[in-house]
């Protein structure tokens, strides 16, 4: 994603960085997000002969919730692209584009470390 938006930078000539701060920490935390979307496996589930596998039905669960997620969180990564790259008064009159862009990041942010404490230890 952070390609994408240097090229896209570099294709409309705009140089005003700060913009770019909420859709690199957007982007960012959506990719730190992606690993959470498998549930983790049971522990001794399913032994040498068995070809089960078995998942936690909560884990299970918040896999499905994350992927939806992360689906939103393209959305309003892209609306962050967006709002980086108009002139202020261009989408709504009176909204401050970068400040609102930078929001949008920082919500993601946190809604990842939201989905990453849910799930717990890593495996």
Not at 26 to 52: E, F, I, V
Request: charged residues 15%; glycine residues 12%.
């Amino acid at each position: 994603m952070a390609i994408f938006e240097l090229l896209l930078r570099v294709s409309l000539q705009n140089a005003d960085t700060i913009a770019f701060i909420g859709p690199t920490v957007g982007g960012a935390s959506l990719g730190m997000m992606l690993p959470l979307t498998r549930a983790k496996q049971l522990p001794g589930a399913g032994g040498a002969t068995t070809r089960r596998i078995s998942f936690d039905r909560w884990a299970d669960h918040l896999a499905q919730v994350t992927n939806v997620a992360i689906w939103a969180g393209f959305t309003a990564w892209a609306c962050s692209l967006y709002l980086s790259l108009a002139n202020d008064g261009d989408v709504i009159a009176g909204l401050d584009g970068g400040r609102t862009s930078i929001l949008i990041g920082v919500i993601i942010c946190i809604a990842t470390i939201v989905f990453d404490s849910a799930r717990g230890g890593k495996s």
